[in-house]
């Protein structure tokens, strides 16, 4: 397929279709400037860190062991009251104050990264 058939074929997508696509092009470009957030990666591993919406953040991790491959997915569900997080869709259980004001930091983090590498806005303040 040539750039303008694929060109094309994109703008023939319904909108909500092409609006969801970008979507999801825009979280994959975040979560690839902040996959260190938490520290460095190990080696063979994939870290993804993202916001979904104002109300949800994604963790998600993988690694090697002996035993294999292992998979942790960990979802943070804010509210005006708490923050709850699942981890591989398991029963919801509010977070520690610590673990809520590391999650803070790493949003911040995360928004000023995607600020300056990817929306190129910088705080002129």
């Avoid at 990666?41 to 993202?50: D, M």
């Avoid at 809520?100 to 790493?106: G, V």
């Amino acid at each position: 397929m040539n750039i303008f058939t694929q060109f094309f074929s994109k703008l023939s997508k319904n909108p909500e279709q092409r609006r969801k696509e970008i979507l999801n092009e825009l979280i994959r470009q975040e979560s690839s400037i902040s996959r260190d957030i938490f520290g460095p990666i190990p080696k063979g591993g994939v870290r993804e860190f993202f916001c979904l919406d104002e109300h949800n953040w994604v963790w998600h991790e993988e690694w090697q062991t002996t035993e294999g491959r292992k998979t942790r997915v960990t979802r943070y569900i804010i509210s005006n009251k708490n923050i709850v997080k699942t981890i591989n869709n398991g029963h919801p259980q509010s977070v520690s104050l610590k673990e809520a004001h590391n999650l803070e930091k790493a949003a911040k983090i995360y928004l000023h990264r995607a600020k300056k590498h990817i929306y190129n806005k910088t705080n002129k303040s």
